[in-house]
């Protein structure tokens, strides 16, 4: 029960003009979120402005990769298998809603540092992923 | 302008079925609303408002309409908020007699999930798709299920929560589940069976889990002029709130639900405190579900959560604060996957003395129900209605 990403296909995201950037950078092995010029926060996901302060000077920049479980829980029911969902926390801040992957589910625990990686999806951009670090 | 007093839950009727292959949903749809004219007193041509949800097919409240043959109308309102929808709709239809926009407000619910389990959504897996956040969270295998559970992990993990505590929100469902005779589960269970019962996704088991009926209920609110004409005991409607909470940017913090917000506007239009409920109806998708709400409505502090529901303390006739008196969405009914409805029906019940007499509390004069549609382990649009016996 340590690899549930291989029992299930991935398909691909749909993308649309606002986040094609997004996956564009995701195929070079990059995870963007957005950051406010103008108030100074970041945000998940990336969008054309500020979920905050409404500004239109937003800058989308590459995640260092690093993060830690906020939440998660093991999902049983499931007829591809076991696999985490989780929210973990970006070491710049935004909580992400993911997968933990490649890792032993018994060894999760809130807190847990975590590392970005890619799995790809069926004729489309990789999508992002997490696991334990 | 407040909407207290200026309207009253004058019909309500919840269909008996949980499991019905041989009818449609709009036929269901259509049983619902002669029940609950036959309980106000009322014909099809008195109803000129009507509100439905995302369960209502094809288009919307216009297709209903048409096949029901409502040809009074001049108010319509098909706002979606998932299962809370019902509940936020007895808010709106106050608003739209007090505002003279309708006189005899219509309410529908229904939907086959046990017969055939829906695709993609009320709106259809499209409109998902094409949501904006859709990229970002559809490859990530979200469930109601396993996005609650999140809630529930965090919960525990900030405030010492425990199984156990959730555990005790199904064991008074199924107390009150065993005298409804058409509660899909009436067996009482304990502590010990929901914990044994099979993992769904950690840390919530199935037992922490509603269940999946067909069926549906429906509503009528009506003036006060046209209240007093009829022969129904007055259930009032006094204060009403409304709130959606998503992820907010990545700043989701899930261990509160909307509840937070549109619990105190309903408290502060009806001028009463949770103190002074009676009654309370908690939407029960999950157990998480109702302890968060709980403590969101102020009937605890936050994180007092699992100390407040355990030992039998929602058991009407054993604890403070009875709840679900019908069994609930974790045992009676959980019609189209949306419980707002039933929460509003047995409110309606416990004002008017006519619960089962083995779960009805004593003077029961002000109840509250409360929803949240959607996902707490996302966003989710939460309601909150509270009524009076006049």
Known sequence: ?133 | MSIKGKAYVMGAFEHPTRHAPDKSTPQLHAECLRGALADAGLTKDDVDGYFCAGDAPGFGAISMADYLGLDKLRHVDSTETGGSSYILHVGHAAQAIAAGKCSVALITLAGKPRTSPPGGGPRGSSGFAAAPEAAFEMPYGGTTHNQYAMCAMRHCHEFGTTSEQLAWIKVAASHHAQYNPNAFLRNVVTVEEVLASPMIATPLHRLDCCVVTDGGGALIVTSPEIAKSLKRPRVKVIGAGEAPKGVHGGKIDLTFSGAAWSGPKAFAEAGVAPSDIKYASIYDSFTITVLMQLEDLGFCRKGEGGKFVADGNLISGVGKLPFNTDGGGLCNNHPTNRGGITKVIEAVRQLRGEAHPKVQVKNCDLAIAQGTGGSLGTRHGSATVILERE
């Open chain 1, 1 to 133: 029960m340590s690899d549930p990403q291989a029992a299930r296909k991935l398909a691909a995201p749909p993308v649309n003009p606002e986040t094609e950037r997004f996956w564009k950078a995701a195929e070079a092995g990059t995870l963007l979120y957005g950051f406010c010029l103008a108030c100074g926060e970041p945000h998940y996901f990336p969008r054309s402005f500020c979920p905050f302060c409404f500004s239109d000077r937003v800058e989308w920049r590459a995640a260092g990769g690093a993060a830690k479980v906020y939440s998660f829980s093991v999902m049983h029911k499931s007829p591809s298998g076991p696999y985490a969902i989780a929210y973990v926390e970006l070491a710049e801040g935004p909580r992400v809603l993911t997968n933990l992957v490649d890792c032993a589910f018994d060894t999760i625990a809130i807190g847990a540092r975590t590392k970005l990686v890619w799995k790809p999806s069926e004729g489309g951009p990789p999508v992002p992923f997490f696991t334990l670090d």
